[in-house]
Nanobody
Framework: VQLVESGGGLVQPGGSLRLSCAAS????????MSWIRQVPGKEREFVAC????????YYDEAVKGRFTISRDNGKNAVYLQMNSLKSDDTGVYYC???????????WGHGTQVTVSS
């Protein structure tokens, strides 16, 4: 299993970023996918999940209405559109296989998101 995250960066409060994850090494279409973030000083937390066909989604209350998760099964990719970013969104974002669970132990390198003026 390989998960390669990209798209992070430095953005001002209120700005937007779009994260991408390229997945390989497993049958992508058979699994829900999710994004997990590691905020400094806190445990990793699930941010958003999407079912295998994109028909169902889940969002943490902290990001609901601001973030949108999507996937492209033809490209084995999952995305996280982040709008109206806040300083509390600062952290490392990881792509994950599973719905509020981790189907595999592997972690990607993650992508750093920094929201600061």
């Amino acid at each position: 299993v390989q998960l390669v995250e990209s798209g992070g960066g430095l953005v001002q409060p209120g700005g937007s970023l779009r994260l991408s994850c390229a997945a390989s090494g497993f049958s992508f279409v058979d699994y829900a996918m999710s994004w997990i973030r590691q905020v400094p000083g806190k445990e990793r937390e699930f941010v958003a999940c999407i079912s295998w066909n994109g028909g169902n989604t889940y969002y943490d209350e902290a990001v609901k209405g601001r973030f949108t998760i999507s996937r492209d099964n033809g490209k084995n990719a999952v995305y996280l559109q982040m709008n109206s970013l806040k300083s509390d969104d600062t952290g490392v974002y990881y792509c994950n296989v599973g719905w509020l669970t981790r189907e595999y132990d592997q972690w990607g390198h993650g992508t750093q998101v920094t929201v600061s003026s």
